[in-house]
């Protein structure tokens, strides 16, 4: 076990991915010399060369679509990009490409990319850097849609992301970047647990709460405020967003009856709207209340100042836990 | 300013020799090796690269040419009766695809465009392959290994990345082949062609950008995408580019072996445009009257590349009535496997809806899978009600 930040757990898995497979590649802007905006891959190109570690011109859609050529001839890719909000320039290579050449191609060409996104708010940037888009990649079929909570997942994840054959992205929740971890470096891939699955990282048996990124340790806060008032919450960390383990969701909404699923991307559409129709489907009958969404509001992601009414905090997360288990709560007396 | 010269007889004024100078130049006049009429013109740049080339070789590509514009239309003719959904004819096109496929390499790699049939077929793709996906009945029509041809991209533009990765990875492993792109001029507005060259110039990657001018976008002419010559373009990005007649088999087949050798050898990308005009519609589900004159049409036909080159081959003596028989006898054939492999087509199955999704199992997807199994296994054995309809 080392004690490690996030963002060098991460940079450890990527060595290891580049020391294990001489096809993975990294490229993005900025991620050679610099070591990336937030140093996830410093020292790397210095240890392992430019050609693979790639920076390369400021064009998200000639990164990603690079990526698809490097697929091809046989490479792992694993691109970054920059900032989150920086990712729609290769919207159209993610999905009309990234996703679906193994479709496209009736299994004959995998595309076995990863794709590193910082993602969500909290550290006062300016626009288009704060932003949450993975319900646009879970509603395409085709991509693995992964999101990390701590350094050891980060570490384990990112390698399983590379490894896999299918392309992965891989969001990271930057404002978590300086966290700091326990991480054991020595972990076995292949027994370690899948990334397609969810954790329950606190257990407990009123509520179910669902969390991913950079909201699990804000739920695992809450879940321990909600204890001194005598409420156990299960705080379910998703881990994988596409495809969900509803078999860890089911599990838990069977046994508390009530689900509170939180996230910082907008409402409408989002991740929670997922969980929330199908857990409703799933195990319509164990529930006691309607699900609660607790999440960012639909809305722009707004400016610095503000961002701390959009993130859903500490008490939001609890308002919304009184909601689901009918307790006097902000929106006590309104229908609906 | 816009209208292009191709065609026109009109000589390229190419540097002298083969010096390296020369060698990158940029756009410029277009390079013709034979004219309409079917004289070959000497070219003291592009000769060079044609030395190889035997009589055999022209009755072989003459051959290709006939046999593709025979293979169009017969698809052409089965989109018309039904048997396909829709269909790109590539009329006019022949000698940009044949010209600059036959000089590639097997292990060069193509990412192709949906309208470069031609070039998929002198890669080795079988008739019925070629329109799998026009009939609905997959995504890609073969799989892109065993040709080294990419599936077809409708997506415009998009494909010119993918080559320049791939020419990326080639250079990753010391190879010498050579990735190849091909797009036509209204790909050349989309960000993807151009962040390509960027990467390629950059990285100085082995890629060939054959960038086929047909005139038009569906219904939009090429001076609406550039105001200037395409070829020029690439000067902006650092790639030395070509500009040649497009209905000229041999020029195209040169400029693509000049192209190819520089990238073998470590000198980078290179940019070809390549002056053709589409003759047929974009799609059998467009209607080019509605925004061309018939005069154009009249002008391109009058520079046909078959008609010129069975002029050259005429000139040359080959034209014999032996060879007229056989390169007719292989365009039946072809076409009789065309029609025969797609009327033959198995169907697919309604389950393979959900194969290759992922390459991986996955869960939500086989959780759609299974309660859509049950969904059709809850109409009974359609063999067994259609038996039970029978003995009412």
Redesign the interface.
Known sequence: MTQMTFARAINSGLRKSLENDPKV?LMGEDIGALGGVFRVTDGLQKDFGK?RV?D??L?E??I????????????R?VVEIQFDGFIY?AF??IV??VA???????????MPITIRVPFGGGIGSPEHHSESPEAYFTHT??L?VISVSNPQDAYTMIQQAIA???PVLYFEPKRRYHDKGEVDESVDLSSALSM?KARVVTEGTDVTLVAYGPLVKTARDAALAAADEGISVEVIDLRSL?????ATLEASVRKTGRLVITHEASQSGGLGAEVAASITERCFYHLEAAPVRVTGFDVPYPYSKLEMHHLPGLDRILDGVDRALGRPNSLSGLEG | MFTDDAGKGGIAAGGPGNSENSMRRTGGDLVQLITPAGERISHPEFDPWLQDVSDEQLCALYEDMVVIRRIDAEATALQRQGELALWPPLLGQEASQIGSARALREDD?V?PSYRDNGVAYCRGVKPEDLVRAWRGN???GW???TVNV??QQI?IG?Q??????????????GADCV?VAYFGDGATSE??VN??M??AA?FQAPVVFICQNNHWAISEPVRLQSHIQLADRASGFGIPSMRVDGNDVLAVMAATRIALDRARRGGGPTFIEAVTYRMGPHTTADDPTRYRDANELEDWAAKDPISRMKSLLERKGLLTADLEAAVAAQADAVAKELRAGTINMPEPQPLDIF??????P????DRQQEHYSRYLASFGDPAEAASEEGAR
């Open positions: 590649v050609h790639v390369t011109p064009a859609s000639g990603m679509g690079t990526a698809v050529g490097l697929a091809y001839r046989g490479y890719p320039p159209d290579q009309s490409q679906k050449m193994h479709y496209r191609t009736q299994g004959a060409v995998k079929s085709g693995r896999s054959d299918d397609e596409a495809p969900l383990d509803f | 790699f990412f997959a995504s890609a799989d892109p290994f990419a599936t997506i998009a010119s990345l993918h080559a320049t990765g791939y020419a990326m990875g080639i250079q990753n492993d990735a960000g993807d962040e390509a960027v990467f950059s194969k290759h999704v992922y390459s991986t996955n869960s939500w997807l």
